[in-house]
């Protein structure tokens, strides 16, 4: 993690940081599947934001395999739901990231599947 990051999320001035490590101390990746991650079924701004603030608790946490799962989220939701331009591209960041933190077959055959262009 760089030396920025960490400040921030170590920084006991930043009345943020002890705010949002109270909400997310209940919240599990691993309860979080693919098919959860939709703009038809929820607040499509809540759903971004729920991605990233697990980021900023795993990071937190140091939890190298739970982050990875959710770079793998990260990537399906670019991929899949939202599609911006440069979809791909970000997908493909994400995907890899997932398997340097956490080399798994889904992720690979993740990867292979973003590859392949949307």
Sequence with gaps: MNKFIEKILTNKENP??????????????????ESDLSILDSNFTEEINLLFLMEYKLLIEK????????????????????????????????????IELDFKNKYLDWLEYVKQGN
């Design 16 to 33: 943020y940081s002890e705010n949002i490590k109270k909400e997310l101390e209940n919240l599990d990746i691993e309860t979080i599947k």
């Design 63 to 98: 939890d190298s395999k739970k982050l990875a799962y959710l770079n793998y989220l990260i990537s399906y939701y670019i991929f899949v739901v939202l599609t911006p331009p440069f979809s791909q591209e970000l997908a493909l960041k994400y995907s890899k990231n997932a």
